[in-house]
């Protein structure tokens, strides 16, 4: 069946714009988390969605936000954007909520300017 | 929260050579995955391996999960196997599920 896919693949933006990445589960994945990963912090989780329901969330300022849709899509938004929020992000799913493997889709690479 | 340390950082073989690497854990968790990144950013699943021993062809883990520790062997190495190998673990409460934590990485050079 067919992975974890993310949209757009690459983005660039400007300082205090907003941006908005979709990810799609592996059908059947009830559970989205996303990640962000720099070259100085390395992969950090940002938060986890099932359904629809924000279930857990890293450590990161309010203006990085998500969602989750009834068919398991989620998005996440980051506003205002800053310098500092150029990345990969990584969306992962699961089948089930917590221990259980997660996938990982080829992620969105985020560049401000 | 859990602390994730892998080692060694950095490692450059010579192809068809054997390599061990290691991920020590700082608490008790109920999920460990092992993930190659491949040049394109993304993360390809090697093992799901909380607990036991697996093997996959010429890679195989084992998670001693009482130490709190875990290993990745690669054997008879391939250039192709050049890449950086993450840990991440977590652990699920019954509440809610914490986030994978992934250490820092190890960065593998097969050399022909």
């Known amino acids: 069946k067919a992975g974890v896919t993310q949209t757009p693949r690459y983005l660039i933006k400007t300082r205090g714009q907003q941006v908005t990445l979709s990810c799609s589960p592996i059908?059947?994945?009830?559970?989205v988390s996303w990640y962000q990963q720099t070259p100085g912090q390395g992969l950090q989780f940002l938060f986890e969605y099932f359904s629809e329901t924000q279930r857990n969330k890293g450590n990161f300022p309010g203006r990085f936000s998500g969602r989750q849709f009834s068919n398991s899509r989620s998005e996440m938004n980051v506003s205002t954007l800053e310098l500092g929020d150029s990345a990969l992000y990584l969306c992962a799913s699961s089948s089930f909520q917590g221990p259980y493997e997660q996938y990982f889709g080829p992620g969105t690479r985020l560049t401000v300017t | 929260g859990i602390q994730v340390e892998q080692s060694p950082p950095d490692l450059i073989l010579q192809e068809g050579a054997n390599s061990t690497l290691r991920c020590n854990f700082s608490?008790?968790?109920?999920?460990l995955q092992w993930f190659h990144q491949n040049p394109w950013g993304q993360l390809i699943n090697l093992f799901y391996?909380?607990?036991g021993t697996k093997q996959n062809g010429r890679l195989s883990a084992t998670t001693v999960a009482t130490e709190r520790y875990s290993l990745l062997y690669i054997s008879s190495s391939q250039t192709t196997d050049s890449g950086v190998y993450f840990c991440a673990v977590g652990s699920y409460s019954g509440g809610g599920a914490d986030g994978l934590t992934f250490g820092k990485g190890t960065h593998l050079i097969i050399q022909p």
């Open positions: 059908s059947g994945h009830r559970s």
């Open positions: 391996i909380p607990s």
């Open positions: 608490d008790s968790v109920n999920n």
